[in-house]
C-alpha cells in the first residue's frame, strides 16, 4: 500500500539525465526514488541476488516521519509498525533492574515514534520505485572514471556506461567509497567491539513486545521479544580490532562461544541458535567519519558516507533523512551538483555529528558497558529515570 506521493516540480532538473544508485537497502532505495521524482533517469546496481532481507527492527520517528510522508510511504509503514515496545535492564537472576518505555492504551499520547521489521521497510521503499527505475540485481561497480561530460562506470559484467551523477549506497564496507575516497581505514572509526545479530522463529524466551538487556563488564546480550520472532543480540568490546575472514561464519560462531559461554540470565538459551545456521549478521562496531561526503560528481548516502552503528540505533531512519535531504539540495540547485552536494553536507553533517558523539559516549556505555563503574552508572541513570533510548 503506498498513497500518492506530493508532486515535485524543479524546471531547473537536467531532465532525464541518467544517474547511478550503487545498493539496493535503505539509502539506495530512498535515494533511487528521490532521484526519480526530480526527473532523473535513475539504475540501481545491487550486488545480492535480491533485496538483502534479516535483520533487527528500524526506529521511525522525528524527521524520518516527515520525510516517508512526503514520499507517500507513512500510511504503509504506520500499518506495519509494531507494537510499542517496553525496555527492561535484567540482572542475572532476572530481576528488572529498571525499564522505560511508550505509553500505550487509550489515554496515551498520539505516537510519534514508530518500530518496523526491516524486511517490511524495505518492501515499502522498494514498492515505491519498482517499474520507474532500472534495477540491476547481482552487479557491481568495478571502475568509476570522473570525466567532464559524465562518470564513465565499468560494471563487474564488463557494461561500461556513463551517467551524469553516481550515489554510493552500498553500506558500511561501500565498495564506492573504497573506489572514489580510498582505503576504508581513513574513515572507520572502531567504536571498541563486535556484534552478532540472529532472528529465530522461536517465542516464550521474553514476552511479547519487550526488550531485555543483560550486561557484564565487556559482554551485553539483548533480546527483543515479538508475536512470531526473537531477535538475539550479542556483543563483546575487544581492545582493538581483531583479524577475521568476514566470510569464516564457523570462526565468527566460535568468537561468540569464546566470549560469552558460561554467562548466566537467558545468554544460555540464546547460544543455542548460533550453532544452527548461517543466517546472521556479525560486524565490528564502528562509525564511518569522512570530511566530505561527495567527491566531483560521485556522493554517498547513508551508512557509506556516515554510518552511525548499530549502537546509535537509528542507522535506517539515517539513511532515509540522508537521501532526502539530498534530494532537497538537489531540488534547491538544480543541474548545479557541486552546490547541491555541498549544501547537502553543510546540512546534514551537524546532526550526524550529534548522533554518532551520543552513540559513542552514552549509547556505547549504557548499552555494552566496558566496567563496573560503568554499569553502576548506568544503574543509577535508569534509578533516577535518566535513560531513554
Ligand atoms: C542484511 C543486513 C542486515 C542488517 N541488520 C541490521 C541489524 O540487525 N541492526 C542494525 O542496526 N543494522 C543492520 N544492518 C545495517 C542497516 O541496514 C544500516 O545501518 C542502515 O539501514 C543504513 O542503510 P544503508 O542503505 O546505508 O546500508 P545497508 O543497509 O548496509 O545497505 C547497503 C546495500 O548495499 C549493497 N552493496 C554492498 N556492496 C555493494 C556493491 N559492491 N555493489 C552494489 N551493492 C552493494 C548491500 O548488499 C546492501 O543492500 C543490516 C544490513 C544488512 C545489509
Same mark, same amino acid.
Given at each position: 500500500?503506498?498513497?500518492?506521493?506530493?508532486?515535485?516540480?524543479?524546471?531547473?532538473?537536467?531532465?532525464?539525465?541518467?544517474?547511478?544508485?550503487?545498493?539496493a537497502?535503505?539509502?539506495?532505495?530512498?535515494?533511487?526514488?528521490?532521484?526519480?521524482?526530480?526527473?532523473y533517469?535513475?539504475?540501481?546496481?545491487?550486488?545480492?541476488?535480491?533485496?538483502?532481507?534479516?535483520?533487527?527492527?528500524?526506529?521511525?520517528?522525528?524527521?524520518?516521519?516527515?520525510?516517508?510522508?512526503?514520499?507517500?510511504m507513512?500510511d504503509?509503514?504506520?500499518a506495519?509498525?509494531?507494537?510499542?515496545?517496553?525496555?527492561?535492564f535484567?540482572?542475572?537472576?532476572?530481576?528488572?533492574?529498571?525499564?522505560?518505555g511508550?505509553?500505550?492504551?487509550?489515554?496515551? !499520547?498520539? %505516537? +510519534?515514534?514508530f518500530?518496523?521489521?526491516? @524486511? &517490511?521497510?524495505?518492501? *515499502?521503499?522498494? $514498492?515505491?520505485?519498482?517499474?520507474?527505475?532500472?534495477?540491476?540485481?547481482?552487479r557491481?561497480?568495478?571502475?568509476?572514471?570522473?570525466?567532464?561530460?559524465?562518470v564513465?562506470?565499468?560494471?563487474?559484467?564488463?557494461?561500461?556506461?556513463?551517467?551524469?551523477?553516481?550515489?554510493?549506497?552500498?553500506?558500511n564496507?561501500?565498495?564506492?567509497?573504497?573506489?572514489?575516497?580510498?582505503?576504508?581505514?581513513?574513515?572507520?572509526?572502531?567504536?571498541?567491539g563486535?556484534?552478532?545479530?540472529k532472528?529465530?522463529?522461536?517465542?516464550?524466551?521474553?514476552?511479547?513486545?519487550?526488550?531485555?538487556?543483560?550486561?557484564? !563488564?565487556? %559482554? +551485553?546480550?539483548?533480546?527483543?521479544?515479538y @508475536? &512470531?520472532?526473537?531477535? *538475539?543480540?550479542? $556483543?563483546?568490546?575487544?581492545?582493538g580490532?581483531?583479524e577475521?575472514?568476514?566470510?569464516?561464519?564457523a570462526?565468527?560462531?566460535?568468537?561468540?562461544?569464546d566470549?560469552?559461554?558460561g554467562?548466566?540470565?537467558?545468554?544460555?538459551?540464546?547460544?543455542?541458535?548460533?550453532?544452527?545456521?548461517?543466517?546472521?549478521?556479525f560486524?565490528?562496531?564502528?562509525?564511518?567519519?569522512?570530511?566530505?561526503?561527495?567527491k566531483?560528481?560521485?556522493?554517498l548516502?547513508?551508512?557509506?558516507?556516515y554510518?552511525?552503528?548499530?549502537?546509535?540505533?537509528?542507522?535506517?531512519?539515517?539513511?532515509?533523512?540522508g537521501?532526502?535531504?539530498?534530494?532537497e539540495?538537489?531540488?534547491?540547485?538544480?543541474? &548545479?551538483?557541486?552546490?547541491?552536494?555541498?549544501?547537502?553536507?553543510?546540512?546534514?553533517q551537524?546532526?550526524?555529528?550529534?548522533?554518532?558523539?551520543?552513540?559513542?559516549?552514552?549509547?556505547?556505555?549504557?548499552?555494552f558497558?566496558?566496567?563496573?563503574?560503568?554499569?553502576?552508572?548506568?544503574d543509577?541513570k535508569?534509578?533516577?529515570?535518566?535513560?531513554?533510548?
Amino acid at each position: 500500500m503506498v498513497d500518492q506521493p506530493v508532486s515535485v516540480q524543479n524546471p531547473h532538473t537536467p531532465s532525464d539525465a541518467p544517474v547511478l544508485v550503487s545498493g539496493a537497502s535503505f539509502a539506495g532505495l530512498a535515494t533511487a526514488y528521490w532521484l526519480n521524482r526530480l526527473g532523473y533517469r535513475v539504475t540501481v546496481v545491487e550486488v545480492a541476488s535480491g533485496l538483502r532481507k534479516g535483520g533487527t527492527p528500524v526506529d521511525i520517528e522525528g524527521e524520518t516521519v516527515g520525510i516517508l510522508e512526503r514520499m507517500g510511504m507513512f500510511d504503509a509503514v504506520r500499518a506495519k509498525a509494531l507494537p510499542p515496545r517496553t525496555f527492561e535492564f535484567k540482572d542475572a537472576q532476572d530481576h528488572t533492574l529498571g525499564s522505560f518505555g511508550l505509553e500505550s492504551g487509550p489515554d496515551a !499520547p498520539p %505516537r +510519534t515514534r514508530f518500530e518496523i521489521h526491516r @524486511d &517490511d521497510l524495505l518492501e *515499502i521503499l522498494f $514498492a515505491g520505485i519498482d517499474g520507474s527505475v532500472e534495477l540491476l540485481f547481482g552487479r557491481s561497480i568495478k571502475q568509476l572514471n570522473d570525466g567532464p561530460e559524465g562518470v564513465t562506470v565499468t560494471l563487474d559484467d564488463g557494461t561500461l556506461r556513463t551517467y551524469a551523477l553516481v550515489f554510493g549506497c552500498d553500506g558500511n564496507r561501500s565498495n564506492t567509497r573504497k573506489l572514489v575516497f580510498g582505503a576504508e581505514k581513513n574513515f572507520t572509526y572502531f567504536m571498541g567491539g563486535y556484534v552478532y545479530l540472529k532472528v529465530v522463529p522461536v517465542t516464550g524466551i521474553l514476552p511479547s513486545n519487550v526488550s531485555q538487556v543483560f550486561s557484564v !563488564p565487556r %559482554r +551485553t546480550a539483548m533480546l527483543n521479544g515479538y @508475536d &512470531d520472532r526473537t531477535d *538475539i543480540g550479542l $556483543a563483546f568490546r575487544t581492545e582493538g580490532e581483531i583479524e577475521y575472514d568476514y566470510l569464516d561464519r564457523a570462526q565468527q560462531r566460535a568468537m561468540i562461544h569464546d566470549h560469552f559461554d558460561g554467562l548466566s540470565w537467558k545468554v544460555p538459551a540464546a547460544l543455542t541458535h548460533v550453532d544452527t545456521d548461517d543466517d546472521f549478521y556479525f560486524d565490528r562496531i564502528n562509525q564511518i567519519r569522512m570530511p566530505f561526503w561527495s567527491k566531483g560528481r560521485v556522493a554517498l548516502v547513508g551508512d557509506a558516507g556516515y554510518c552511525v552503528s548499530p549502537v546509535a540505533g537509528m542507522g535506517g531512519s539515517m539513511a532515509i533523512i540522508g537521501a532526502g535531504r539530498l534530494a532537497e539540495a538537489l531540488e534547491r540547485h538544480g543541474a &548545479d551538483y557541486t552546490a547541491a552536494f555541498q549544501d547537502y553536507h553543510d546540512k546534514l553533517q551537524a546532526f550526524v555529528d550529534e548522533v554518532q558523539i551520543r552513540a559513542a559516549n552514552e549509547g556505547m556505555a549504557t548499552i555494552f558497558p566496558a566496567d563496573d563503574a560503568e554499569i553502576s552508572e548506568r544503574d543509577r541513570k535508569l534509578r533516577d529515570g535518566e535513560l531513554d533510548l
